[in-house]
């Protein structure tokens, strides 16, 4: 993450839900709960608890599963602590164990002497292995802010852009009133996740579902419309760019240009549309975005006309139409 530190006490004061719940709690070491976590990834330290620290990934979560608790406890009864003493040497940021299994007493005392926290979970290792993953792959990932109004139509996730007073957040509300969902007005949150998929969000939790219309103020969209017309996220499939009509500017109306978008690297279909009175903005928002969902499922209408025209010309159709079947020259 950029210009952030996070830390264990940030992982376990995260306010995750259910199926991303990490269900964390210290055991010990809380003198570390400071110590930052600087990689996304967990490392399993059987090899380096029997001696081998070759390449011993120390920067990383140290998750102790069944396997690696069963032999914590034989190595205790053997009063062989050298391993746990040297384990702990290392500037480790924690230890997670899972199952809800306990550490002995020994390497509570270890740690503590450490200052490195000891944290438990009762997930099931492969479990919280997925969550952490899950979780941390966001945490950590590039981002930005974006100037725009973030919604949900028909399931596809659109961002609307455009100049001060274009008429974004109008557009937006009438989309809403239409059934389709709010995610963020104004400064929107952006993140790449697995290097080709970008979430937005709002960028601050507490105003993300508040719209600004002018002439109104204020407005609360899940007070006005009720919580099935907000969502906290969305994948970012495509961006609409509401711009003042230009008479010189020359505008796709076949729909066979496809123009991009670049949001932290990722190309994303944007669609220009001209803004004028008289033109429903809400229903061609509407239809780009079911055209968009058609073309996720391969299908392209321009593309599918285009290749009718070429095969209408092809027949010589066409040629009898435009000369007539009486050609006298």
Not at 137 to 149: M, R, Y
Request: proline fraction near 3%; charge should be negative; aromatic fraction near 8%.
């Amino acid at each position: 993450m950029e210009d952030k530190r996070f830390t264990i006490l940030d992982l376990l004061d995260l306010d995750l839900n259910s199926q991303n719940s990490l269900q964390l709690r210290c055991l010990s070491g809380r003198r570390g709960l400071a110590r930052e976590i600087t990689m996304p990834n967990l490392n399993r330290p059987g090899l380096a608890l029997s001696g081998f620290y070759d390449s011993f990934a120390h920067t990383r979560v140290q998750v102790f599963g069944r396997g690696e608790t069963a032999y914590l406890h034989k190595i205790v009864a053997d009063n062989n602590l050298d391993g746990i003493h040297r384990l702990f040497s290392y500037e480790i940021p924690c230890c997670v164990f899972t199952h809800g299994l306990n550490p002995p007493e020994e390497v509570i005392r270890i740690s503590d002497n450490a200052g490195c926290a000891i944290l438990q979970t009762t997930l099931e290792t492969t479990e919280f292995t997925m969550r952490f993953l899950r979780v941390f792959s966001e945490l950590f990932s590039p981002q930005k802010n974006l100037h725009g109004v973030l919604v949900e139509v028909f399931g596809v996730g659109v961002i609307i852009i455009g100049n001060s007073g274009v008429g974004k957040s109008e557009t937006a509300l009438e989309l809403i009133e239409r059934g389709h969902r709010l995610v963020a007005d104004d400064i929107i949150e952006l993140r790449c996740v697995n290097g080709n998929t970008v979430l937005g969000c709002g960028a601050n939790k507490m105003i993300s579902h508040h719209m600004e219309i002018r002439g109104l103020g204020i407005i609360n969209i899940s007070q006005l419309y009720g919580v099935s017309a907000i969502r906290e996220k969305k994948e970012i499939q495509l961006v609409i760019k509401l711009e003042d009509w230009d008479a010189n500017k020359v505008y796709d109306r076949l729909g066979t240009d496809t123009l991009g978008y670049e949001i932290l690297g990722v190309k994303i279909p944007l669609i220009e549309i001209p803004v004028k009175p008289g033109r429903n903005l809400p229903i061609l928002i509407e239809t780009a975005a079911m055209n968009e969902r058609l073309k996720s499922m391969g299908y392209y209408s321009a593309r599918e006309f285009n290749q009718n025209v070429l095969n209408w010309i092809e027949t010589g159709t066409a040629q009898a139409v435009y000369y007539g079947s009486d050609d006298s020259y």
